[in-house]
Each structure stands twice: as C-alpha cells, then as structure tokens.
C-alpha cells in the first residue's frame, strides 16, 4: 500500500520560513517525479515544486527564489524549504509522486501564514 505522509506545516509570519516532508512508502513502480501542490480555498490546486527521478527541479512562478525541493532517497523523503512565506502561500500543502502507472497523493498539510 502506497502513502505519503507529509509533516511540517503550521503557523507562521510573513517572512518567516517552514520545511516540509513527505515521507513515501510502498511504492513499487518508477518514480517519475515527486513534487509540491498546494490548493487555498476558491483556487485550484496549483504546482509549488516537483523534482524528477534524474534530479532536475521546477518551481511555480510565484514560489520562484523562495522554496526549494530536495530529496533524501535513503530516506524516501521529499523537502520544500518555504522561505520568505507570504500570506498568499497560505494553502493545504499536497505531497504528489508520479510513476509510470499513475499518481499519489498525501493527506495535505496546512500552512497559514499570517500578515
């Protein structure tokens, strides 16, 4: 069974930082990718970074010198360092991965950063 736990959302000022962490397990086909989505209320659920299995990363515009992924494969762990938060990177924060048979998705995390 596949899961992707993600970990480190919460609370923070404008301007202040988080790390994100998705922790997968169960996977048994190629990753593709593994990446960031976040969905605020009203909006649909955008692209904040994705990192392929060869090591290249993309990153929304609007996140763009601000976040950064990294991975830990021996750990099968995925980082988003949010710097420089906004109120507007307030969104429930989604762990993706893509393999060559389909999507997976984590539970979300919540990241609210205040004015």
């Known amino acids: 069974q596949v899961q992707l736990v993600e970990s480190g959302g919460g609370l923070v000022q404008a301007g202040g930082s988080l790390r994100l962490s998705c922790v997968a397990s169960?996977?048994?086909?190629?990753?593709?990718?593994t990446g960031w989505y976040r969905q605020a209320p009203g909006k649909q659920r955008e692209l904040v970074a994705a990192?392929?299995?060869?090591?290249?990363?993309d990153y929304g515009d609007s996140v763009k010198g601000r976040f950064t992924i990294s991975r830990d494969n021996a750990k099968n762990t995925v980082y988003l360092q949010m710097n420089s938060l906004k109120p507007e990177d307030t969104a429930v924060y989604y762990c993706?991965?893509?393999?060559?048979?389909?999507?997976?998705w984590g539970q979300g995390t919540q990241v609210t950063v205040s004015s």
């Open positions: 990192i392929t299995s060869g090591g290249r990363s």
């Open positions: 993706n991965t893509k393999t060559t048979v389909g999507d997976y």
């Open positions: 169960g996977i048994i086909f190629r990753i593709v990718s």
